[in-house]
């Protein structure tokens, strides 16, 4: 091959190289805003969401009732069920002040940046109660092994409650608020706070219904600044 071949060859693979350069550059302008946008979008911190629980406890004897719960929740960003899950254990009661509830429970989240998450959890939740003039105290310990895919971590949450009996429109309900904290051995912090305000009722001696506002702060689940209105039906079978 000449010299001046070498140098036509070495112009057409330079032409072909900036050829392909041009049309990378021009199909990535021309892609839709909208498509560069969500690529580039952080995952939204805030959420507004909708919670459901059912509690279920049958009695075994005076001291050992069996409990059954399942919640569902909704995410206004998702636009559809975020998460579910259904829990069963016991309730050892000892001298009317202190509970004690080893459970297992199984759920699964969905979010719009990956597949569904599932979790299997052993917990032990002490809780101690008292009163105080008109009011409930309750304060509930929980430690948790939680085994999130093939992720391991324990979890510690402590949620203190009062509650009081109030009338309100001929009609005898209670008024309450709680707040729970949450420490993790993976981030090896305190990372989320939640506080709810609410108010409850006895439909019948067997089953009880509370609704309330809730607010959660975290500083490490994505969506986990959170807004929630919610419903809790408690009955005994």
Same mark, same amino acid.
């Given at each position: ?44 911190? *805030?959420?507004?969401?909708? @919670? ?16 059954? /719960?399942?919640?569902?929740? &909704?995410?206004?960003?998702?636009? *559809?069920?975020? &998460?579910?899950?259904?829990? /069963? ?5 000892? *001298? ?14 969905? $979010? =719009? ?16 109660? %008292?009163?105080?003039?008109? @009011? ?17 971590? @324990? ?11 109030? %009338?309100?429109? *001929?009609?005898? =309900?209670?008024?309450?608020? @709680? ?6 051995? $993976?981030?090896?912090?305190? &990372? ?11 439909? /019948? ?7 309330? &506002? ?6 490490? %689940? ?12 408690? %009955?005994?079978?």
């Amino acid at each position: 091959m000449t010299v001046e071949n070498r140098v036509k060859s070495q112009l057409i693979k330079s032409r072909r190289r900036l050829l392909a350069e041009v049309i990378l550059v021009a199909a990535f302008v021309c892609l839709p805003e909208s498509i560069l946008c969500r690529a580039q979008e952080p995952r939204p911190r *805030h959420d507004f969401q909708g @919670w459901a629980d059912l509690y279920a406890s049958h009695p075994l004897n005076q001291g050992i009732d069996f409990q059954i /719960s399942g919640g569902l929740r &909704y995410g206004d960003d998702q636009g *559809h069920l975020i &998460y579910h899950r259904i829990s /069963s254990g016991f309730a050892f009661h000892w *001298h009317r002040f202190i509970t004690i509830e080893p459970y297992y429970l199984h759920s699964v989240s969905d $979010t =719009i940046f990956g597949p569904q998450t599932s979790e299997n959890r052993l917990a032990l939740a002490i809780t101690t109660a %008292t009163s105080w003039k008109h @009011w409930e105290i309750s304060d509930r310990n929980s430690g948790e092994r939680r085994f999130v895919e093939s992720a391991r971590d @324990w979890r510690y949450r402590n949620r203190v409650e009062l509650r009081r009996p109030v %009338t309100a429109l *001929h009609k005898q =309900i209670s008024v309450f608020v @709680w707040d729970e904290v949450f420490y993790s051995s $993976t981030p090896n912090k305190w &990372y989320r706070n939640r506080i709810a305000l609410g108010a409850g009722r006895k439909l /019948s001696n067997r089953i009880s219904v509370d609704v309330y &506002y809730l607010r959660q702060n975290d500083g490490i %689940t994505r969506p986990g600044d959170l807004n929630t209105l919610g419903i809790s039906i408690k %009955t005994r079978f």
